[in-house]
Protein backbone atom coordinates (compact mmCIF):
# COMPACT_ATOMS: atom_id res chain seq x y z
CA UNK A 1 0.00 0.00 0.00
CA UNK A 2 1.55 3.48 -1.06
CA UNK A 3 1.89 5.88 1.75
CA UNK A 4 0.18 8.65 0.61
CA UNK A 5 -3.29 6.94 1.18
CA UNK A 6 -5.36 8.83 3.26
CA UNK A 7 -6.36 5.75 5.22
CA UNK A 8 -2.96 5.96 6.69
CA UNK A 9 -1.77 7.60 10.06
CA UNK A 10 -1.88 11.26 9.69
CA UNK A 11 -3.17 11.62 6.60
CA UNK A 12 -5.42 14.35 5.52
CA UNK A 13 -9.24 14.47 4.04
CA UNK A 14 -10.54 13.53 0.63
CA UNK A 15 -13.72 12.39 -0.88
CA UNK A 16 -15.46 10.40 1.65
CA UNK A 17 -12.45 10.17 4.28
CA UNK A 18 -13.11 12.00 7.66
CA UNK A 19 -9.96 11.95 9.29
CA UNK A 20 -10.81 11.68 13.20
CA UNK A 21 -10.09 14.13 15.81
CA UNK A 22 -7.58 13.21 18.43
CA UNK A 23 -9.20 12.17 21.92
CA UNK A 24 -12.70 13.19 20.71
CA UNK A 25 -16.08 11.03 21.29
CA UNK A 26 -16.35 9.64 18.19
CA UNK A 27 -19.74 7.11 19.34
CA UNK A 28 -21.80 7.53 22.32
CA UNK A 29 -24.55 5.76 23.37
CA UNK A 30 -26.32 7.39 26.06
CA UNK A 31 -29.47 5.27 27.86
CA UNK A 32 -30.53 3.27 24.91
CA UNK A 33 -32.98 0.49 25.55
CA UNK A 34 -34.11 -1.71 22.73
CA UNK A 35 -36.31 -4.58 22.88
CA UNK A 36 -38.26 -6.99 20.84
CA UNK A 37 -41.55 -7.57 22.06
CA UNK A 38 -41.32 -8.20 25.86
CA UNK A 39 -37.77 -8.99 25.88
CA UNK A 40 -35.44 -6.29 26.90
CA UNK A 41 -32.41 -6.34 24.93
CA UNK A 42 -30.28 -3.10 25.38
CA UNK A 43 -31.22 -1.76 28.98
CA UNK A 44 -31.10 1.75 29.64
CA UNK A 45 -26.92 1.55 28.04
CA UNK A 46 -24.40 4.44 28.02
CA UNK A 47 -21.24 4.24 26.92
CA UNK A 48 -18.77 6.11 24.70
CA UNK A 49 -16.20 5.44 22.02
CA UNK A 50 -13.16 8.15 21.75
CA UNK A 51 -11.86 8.45 18.33
CA UNK A 52 -8.97 6.41 16.86
CA UNK A 53 -9.44 3.44 19.69
CA UNK A 54 -9.88 -0.03 19.59
CA UNK A 55 -13.02 -1.42 21.66
CA UNK A 56 -14.05 -4.85 22.00
CA UNK A 57 -17.30 -6.63 23.16
CA UNK A 58 -17.06 -9.52 24.94
CA UNK A 59 -19.92 -11.43 26.46
CA UNK A 60 -22.27 -14.44 26.05
CA UNK A 61 -24.30 -15.30 22.99
CA UNK A 62 -27.53 -13.48 22.85
CA UNK A 63 -26.28 -10.34 25.74
CA UNK A 64 -27.13 -7.56 22.46
CA UNK A 65 -23.85 -7.22 21.09
CA UNK A 66 -24.59 -7.54 17.72
CA UNK A 67 -27.74 -5.29 18.31
CA UNK A 68 -25.19 -2.35 19.39
CA UNK A 69 -23.74 -2.68 15.86
CA UNK A 70 -26.81 -2.83 13.87
CA UNK A 71 -28.40 0.51 15.89
CA UNK A 72 -24.87 2.00 14.75
CA UNK A 73 -25.88 0.37 11.56
CA UNK A 74 -29.10 2.10 11.46
CA UNK A 75 -30.30 -0.80 10.52
CA UNK A 76 -32.42 -0.92 13.63
CA UNK A 77 -33.59 1.96 15.90
CA UNK A 78 -33.76 1.82 19.94
CA UNK A 79 -36.99 2.02 21.57
CA UNK A 80 -35.57 4.48 24.06
CA UNK A 81 -32.15 6.74 24.45
CA UNK A 82 -29.99 8.56 21.73
CA UNK A 83 -27.06 7.68 19.48
CA UNK A 84 -24.66 9.97 18.47
CA UNK A 85 -22.08 9.85 16.00
CA UNK A 86 -19.28 12.23 15.48
CA UNK A 87 -21.13 14.77 17.31
CA UNK A 88 -23.83 14.45 15.14
CA UNK A 89 -27.22 12.59 16.65
CA UNK A 90 -27.97 9.15 14.47
CA UNK A 91 -30.94 8.85 17.03
CA UNK A 92 -33.49 10.70 16.46
CA UNK A 93 -32.36 12.41 13.78
CA UNK A 94 -34.22 12.87 10.28
CA UNK A 95 -33.41 10.70 7.41
CA UNK A 96 -31.34 12.99 5.43
CA UNK A 97 -28.72 13.31 8.24
CA UNK A 98 -29.21 9.60 9.19
CA UNK A 99 -27.76 8.65 5.75
CA UNK A 100 -25.05 11.03 6.09
CA UNK A 101 -23.68 9.89 9.58
CA UNK A 102 -24.05 6.89 8.19
CA UNK A 103 -21.56 7.22 5.63
CA UNK A 104 -18.97 7.42 8.58
CA UNK A 105 -19.67 3.92 9.38
CA UNK A 106 -18.25 0.88 7.89
CA UNK A 107 -19.34 -2.13 8.86
CA UNK A 108 -17.98 -6.41 8.26
CA UNK A 109 -20.16 -9.46 9.38
CA UNK A 110 -19.65 -12.69 10.13
CA UNK A 111 -21.00 -13.38 6.49
CA UNK A 112 -19.14 -11.85 3.97
CA UNK A 113 -22.28 -10.45 2.02
CA UNK A 114 -20.07 -9.66 -0.93
CA UNK A 115 -21.53 -9.79 -4.24
CA UNK A 116 -21.45 -12.53 -6.23
CA UNK A 117 -21.85 -11.74 -9.83
CA UNK A 118 -19.21 -8.78 -9.63
CA UNK A 119 -15.32 -9.39 -9.51
CA UNK A 120 -13.47 -8.37 -6.50
CA UNK A 121 -12.72 -5.04 -8.09
CA UNK A 122 -15.95 -4.41 -8.80
CA UNK A 123 -17.12 -5.24 -4.92
CA UNK A 124 -14.81 -2.83 -3.46
CA UNK A 125 -15.15 0.22 -6.44
CA UNK A 126 -18.66 -0.17 -6.69
CA UNK A 127 -19.98 2.21 -3.25
CA UNK A 128 -17.36 4.45 -3.18
CA UNK A 129 -18.54 5.24 -6.72
CA UNK A 130 -22.32 5.24 -6.41
CA UNK A 131 -22.56 6.91 -2.79
CA UNK A 132 -19.40 8.93 -2.16
CA UNK A 133 -19.02 9.93 -6.50
CA UNK A 134 -15.16 8.57 -7.11
CA UNK A 135 -14.29 8.83 -10.53
CA UNK A 136 -14.16 4.79 -11.90
CA UNK A 137 -10.11 5.71 -11.72
CA UNK A 138 -10.20 7.04 -8.66
CA UNK A 139 -12.04 4.25 -7.16
CA UNK A 140 -10.07 2.00 -9.37
CA UNK A 141 -6.61 3.22 -7.33
CA UNK A 142 -8.38 3.13 -3.68
CA UNK A 143 -9.53 -0.81 -4.14
CA UNK A 144 -6.02 -1.48 -5.69
CA UNK A 145 -4.59 -0.50 -2.96
CA UNK A 146 -7.03 -1.60 -0.55
CA UNK A 147 -6.23 -5.68 -1.59
CA UNK A 148 -2.67 -4.80 -1.55
CA UNK A 149 -3.16 -3.96 2.22
CA UNK A 150 -5.42 -7.30 2.90
CA UNK A 151 -2.87 -9.29 0.79
CA UNK A 152 -5.22 -10.27 -2.19
CA UNK A 153 -3.58 -7.65 -4.74
CA UNK A 154 -3.29 -10.51 -7.04
CA UNK A 155 -7.17 -11.28 -6.55
CA UNK A 156 -8.95 -8.02 -8.41
CA UNK A 157 -10.48 -9.81 -11.76
CA UNK A 158 -11.70 -12.96 -9.63
CA UNK A 159 -15.08 -13.59 -8.47
CA UNK A 160 -16.01 -14.11 -4.67
CA UNK A 161 -16.86 -17.77 -4.96
CA UNK A 162 -13.47 -18.72 -6.52
CA UNK A 163 -11.96 -17.31 -3.10
CA UNK A 164 -12.02 -19.32 0.17
CA UNK A 165 -14.02 -17.66 3.20
CA UNK A 166 -10.91 -16.36 4.75
CA UNK A 167 -10.12 -14.32 1.25
CA UNK A 168 -13.97 -13.38 1.34
CA UNK A 169 -13.55 -11.84 4.32
CA UNK A 170 -10.27 -10.09 3.39
CA UNK A 171 -12.25 -8.62 0.51
CA UNK A 172 -14.97 -8.07 2.73
CA UNK A 173 -12.80 -5.65 5.08
CA UNK A 174 -10.95 -4.13 2.03
CA UNK A 175 -15.04 -2.97 0.50
CA UNK A 176 -15.81 -1.26 4.21
CA UNK A 177 -12.51 0.81 4.39
CA UNK A 178 -13.19 1.92 0.46
CA UNK A 179 -15.64 3.95 1.87
CA UNK A 180 -13.39 5.54 4.39
CA UNK A 181 -15.37 5.37 7.40
CA UNK A 182 -14.02 6.75 10.54
CA UNK A 183 -15.41 3.16 12.45
CA UNK A 184 -14.98 0.15 11.87
CA UNK A 185 -17.70 -2.24 12.90
CA UNK A 186 -16.56 -5.72 13.07
CA UNK A 187 -19.70 -8.54 13.89
CA UNK A 188 -17.45 -11.55 14.72
CA UNK A 189 -15.76 -12.12 11.46
CA UNK A 190 -13.22 -14.80 11.72
CA UNK A 191 -16.57 -16.92 13.37
CA UNK A 192 -17.61 -18.18 10.09
CA UNK A 193 -14.00 -19.48 9.08
CA UNK A 194 -12.55 -22.78 9.22
CA UNK A 195 -10.02 -22.69 11.58
CA UNK A 196 -7.05 -22.42 9.49
CA UNK A 197 -7.89 -19.02 7.99
CA UNK A 198 -8.74 -17.02 11.02
CA UNK A 199 -5.04 -16.10 11.74
CA UNK A 200 -4.77 -14.55 8.27
CA UNK A 201 -8.28 -12.11 8.76
CA UNK A 202 -7.17 -11.43 12.41
CA UNK A 203 -3.55 -10.64 11.00
CA UNK A 204 -5.15 -8.53 8.00
CA UNK A 205 -7.22 -6.28 11.38
CA UNK A 206 -3.88 -6.35 13.60
CA UNK A 207 -2.45 -4.72 11.17
CA UNK A 208 -5.09 -2.14 9.97
CA UNK A 209 -5.20 -1.64 13.82
CA UNK A 210 -1.42 -0.40 13.81
CA UNK A 211 -0.89 1.46 10.76
CA UNK A 212 -4.14 3.57 10.34
CA UNK A 213 -6.26 5.98 12.09
CA UNK A 214 -9.40 3.96 12.04
CA UNK A 215 -11.73 3.70 15.28
CA UNK A 216 -12.54 0.16 15.53
CA UNK A 217 -15.51 -1.71 17.54
CA UNK A 218 -15.15 -5.27 17.53
CA UNK A 219 -17.90 -8.04 18.75
CA UNK A 220 -15.58 -11.06 19.12
CA UNK A 221 -14.69 -14.19 20.91
CA UNK A 222 -11.11 -14.39 19.88
CA UNK A 223 -10.07 -13.52 23.20
CA UNK A 224 -6.19 -13.08 22.04
CA UNK A 225 -6.98 -10.73 18.88
CA UNK A 226 -9.12 -8.65 21.86
CA UNK A 227 -5.74 -8.44 24.06
CA UNK A 228 -3.66 -7.61 21.46
CA UNK A 229 -5.90 -4.93 20.00
CA UNK A 230 -8.16 -3.29 22.23
CA UNK A 231 -7.68 -0.15 23.70
CA UNK A 232 -10.65 -0.66 26.03
CA UNK A 233 -12.48 -4.01 26.77
CA UNK A 234 -16.56 -3.76 27.42
CA UNK A 235 -17.95 -6.79 29.14
CA UNK A 236 -21.22 -7.28 28.32
CA UNK A 237 -24.46 -9.14 29.60
CA UNK A 238 -27.96 -9.12 29.47
CA UNK A 239 -28.06 -5.52 27.75
CA UNK A 240 -26.12 -3.70 29.86
CA UNK A 241 -22.34 -3.15 30.55
CA UNK A 242 -21.00 -5.47 33.29
CA UNK A 243 -17.29 -3.73 33.61
CA UNK A 244 -14.99 -1.78 31.11
CA UNK A 245 -11.53 -1.13 31.13
CA UNK A 246 -7.98 -1.88 29.76
CA UNK A 247 -7.81 -5.55 28.29
CA UNK A 248 -4.83 -6.20 31.35
CA UNK A 249 -7.63 -5.38 33.32
CA UNK A 250 -10.62 -7.10 32.24
CA UNK A 251 -8.09 -10.24 31.38
CA UNK A 252 -5.61 -10.11 33.92
CA UNK A 253 -7.86 -9.04 37.05
CA UNK A 254 -11.13 -8.77 36.23
CA UNK A 255 -13.06 -6.90 39.23
CA UNK A 256 -16.88 -8.76 38.60
CA UNK A 257 -17.90 -11.91 39.05
CA UNK A 258 -19.72 -12.02 36.23
CA UNK A 259 -16.60 -11.12 33.90
CA UNK A 260 -14.71 -13.86 35.86
CA UNK A 261 -16.91 -16.65 35.02
CA UNK A 262 -17.11 -15.78 31.31
CA UNK A 263 -13.74 -16.21 30.68
CA UNK A 264 -13.62 -18.89 32.72
CA UNK A 265 -15.79 -20.48 30.16
CA UNK A 266 -14.34 -19.08 27.11
CA UNK A 267 -10.48 -18.95 27.99
N1 LIG B 1 -34.98 -9.10 14.97
C1 LIG B 1 -35.12 -9.67 16.16
N2 LIG B 1 -36.33 -10.06 16.60
C2 LIG B 1 -36.49 -10.63 17.81
N3 LIG B 1 -35.49 -10.83 18.68
C3 LIG B 1 -34.26 -10.45 18.31
C4 LIG B 1 -34.00 -9.86 17.03
N4 LIG B 1 -32.67 -9.58 16.95
C5 LIG B 1 -32.14 -9.99 18.10
N5 LIG B 1 -33.08 -10.51 18.93
C6 LIG B 1 -32.85 -11.04 20.28
O1 LIG B 1 -32.08 -10.09 20.98
C7 LIG B 1 -31.14 -10.71 21.85
C8 LIG B 1 -29.76 -10.17 21.57
O2 LIG B 1 -29.36 -10.57 20.27
P1 LIG B 1 -27.94 -10.18 19.67
O3 LIG B 1 -27.92 -10.77 18.31
O4 LIG B 1 -27.70 -8.74 19.81
O5 LIG B 1 -26.98 -10.99 20.65
P2 LIG B 1 -25.40 -11.23 20.56
O6 LIG B 1 -24.83 -10.76 21.85
O7 LIG B 1 -24.88 -10.63 19.32
O8 LIG B 1 -25.33 -12.82 20.51
P3 LIG B 1 -24.29 -13.79 19.71
O9 LIG B 1 -23.01 -13.79 20.53
O10 LIG B 1 -24.96 -15.12 19.73
O11 LIG B 1 -24.12 -13.24 18.34
C9 LIG B 1 -31.30 -12.21 21.62
O12 LIG B 1 -32.10 -12.72 22.64
C10 LIG B 1 -32.00 -12.30 20.28
O13 LIG B 1 -32.78 -13.45 20.22
MG1 LIG C 1 -24.03 -11.44 17.57
Sequence with gaps: MSTDTPLMKEADADAGGNPPVDGSELIRLEQVSKRFGSTT???????????????TLIGPSGSGK????????TLTKPDEGTITVAGEKLFPAPEKRVREVRKKIGMVFQQFNLFPNMSVLRNITEAPMTVLGLSGDEAEQRARELLDLVGLADKCDARPTRLSGGQQQRVAIARALAMRPQVLLLDEVTSALDPELVAGVLDVLRDIARTTDITMLCVTHEMNFARDISDQVLMFDSGRVVESGPPEQIFGAPEQERTREFLGAVL
Excluded: N, P, Q
Aim: charged share 25%; hydrophobic share 50%.
Design 41 to 55: VLDRLDFAVESGKHV
Design 66 to 73: TTILRLLM
